[in-house]
């Protein structure tokens, strides 16, 4: 939250995504502009070409991208989920030509868990359980 205002006060756009925003997207904060639920990948990508196109983040154009969180005036909105991507070797290898220190961007090579512990927000935020063929 402390981060995501020293953004806005430099006029950045702040997308945030994890577990805590997924479990209690009520936390999301005016200086967010939108919240990811769940899985990011596809969410986070629909909404750097939504922003590349528009030049910004504006909430009727954000009803139209699936598991968002995000604030109109002082209603917070939640958009419609979103199916889990079936399998983890579609998701293509980070580009590192591209990426700051040390070239790091991190591979999933599994996500969520057999088992289902309700004390665990693990299987609740993937969903499933999956992993990533070593060969992909
Ligand atoms: S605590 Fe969470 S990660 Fe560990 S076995 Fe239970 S559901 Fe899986």
């Given at each position: 939250m402390e981060y995501a205002g020293m953004a806005k006060r430099f006029g950045l756009t702040v997308i945030i995504g994890g577990m805590h925003i997924t479990m209690v997207p009520k936390c999301l904060t005016k200086d967010m502009d939108a919240g990811c639920i769940g899985e990011g990948e596809q969410t986070f990508c629909e909404l750097v070409k939504l922003y590349s196109n528009?030049?910004?983040?504006?909430?009727?154009?954000?009803?139209?991208?699936?598991?968002?969180?995000?604030?109109?005036?002082?209603?917070?909105?939640?958009?419609?989920?979103?199916?889990?991507?079936?399998?983890?070797?579609?998701?293509?290898?980070?580009?590192?030509?591209?990426?700051?220190?040390?070239?790091?961007?991190?591979?999933?090579?599994?996500?969520?868990?057999?088992?289902?512990?309700?004390?665990?927000?693990?299987?609740?935020?993937?969903?499933?359980?999956?992993?990533?063929?070593?060969n992909t």
């Open positions: 528009a030049g910004r983040l504006k909430s009727s154009d954000l009803a139209g991208i699936r598991a968002l969180c995000n604030h109109d005036g002082e209603r917070l909105i939640r958009t419609p989920a979103r199916a889990v991507i079936k399998s983890l070797d579609e998701l293509p290898h980070p580009n590192r030509s591209i990426t700051g220190y040390r070239n790091r961007a991190y591979v999933y090579t599994a996500r969520g868990c057999a088992y289902d512990c309700i004390f665990c927000s693990c299987s609740r935020h993937w969903e499933r359980y999956g992993i990533r063929r070593p």
